[in-house]
T-cell receptor
């Protein structure tokens, strides 16, 4: 599975959009981009995933560049409860086999 | 109802003891997993069970043994506990174990194991 690079930490004002970038320049054509987050003292939580097209659900939007070498997770109106570590994962297989959680981005939403 | 539940949430025990962590999912999923999160916060997969059959074992010491009495349960038994086993252990489940279906994983709340 391709490697991902994310900033170590980011701050976002409450109510503003949080844009979390992820680089995956070695992504293969059949690899999906997944986003999970882990709120302090809780288990990881699935957010969204996509292959080529942009995706949106009730939690977030995922914007994938045309060359698929990078993506951005957007939380449209960040709340204090969105403070967490966000993980960008690129993988082929489904399920949780070999979900590699790297260091992620620690997002802090500021009142 | 909690989708994936683990017990206990906290476990403090002495070196050399044997302990078990239980996991149950009520989602009707086919595959369950155990992950370990160490002090550096890296999450690493330990085991995966698909329809009560072990399908992955990521070089985990054989002191760790997953046991699945049925599709909804995957327990983790640890023999001869060592200091280095101290970590947070997460159970997870997915509807499918592999293939073309890309399904999200549901994680439990974690069990914080402290070996003293």
């Amino acid at each position: 599975d391709a490697k991902t690079t994310q900033p170590t930490s980011m701050d976002c004002a409450e109510g503003r959009a949080a844009n979390l970038p992820c680089n995956h320049s070695t992504i293969s054509g059949n690899e999906y981009v997944y986003w999970y987050r882990q709120i302090h003292s809780q288990g990881p939580q699935y957010i969204i995933h996509g292959l080529k097209n942009n995706e949106t659900n009730e939690m977030a939007s995922l914007i994938i560049t045309e060359d698929r070498k990078s993506s951005t997770l957007i939380l449209p109106h960040a709340t204090l409860r969105d403070t967490a570590v966000y993980y960008c994962i690129v993988r082929v297989e489904s399920g949780a086999n070999n979900l590699f959680f790297g260091t992620g981005t620690r997002l802090t939403v500021i009142p | 109802d909690t989708a994936v539940s683990q017990t206990p949430k906290y476990l403090v025990t002495q070196m050399g003891n044997d302990k078990s962590i239980k996991c149950e999912q009520n989602l009707g999923h086919d595959t369950m997993y155990w992950y370990k999160q160490d002090s550096k916060k890296f999450l690493k997969i330990m085991f995966s069970y698909n329809n009560k059959e072990l399908i992955i074992n990521e070089t985990v010491p054989n002191r760790f043994s997953p046991k699945s009495p049925d599709k909804a349960h995957l327990n983790l038994h640890i023999n001869s506990l060592e200091l280095g086993d101290s970590a947070v252990y997460f159970c997870a489940s997915t509807k499918h174990g592999g293939g073309a279906m890309n399904t999200e994983a549901f994680f439990g709340q974690g069990t914080r194991l402290t070996v003293v």
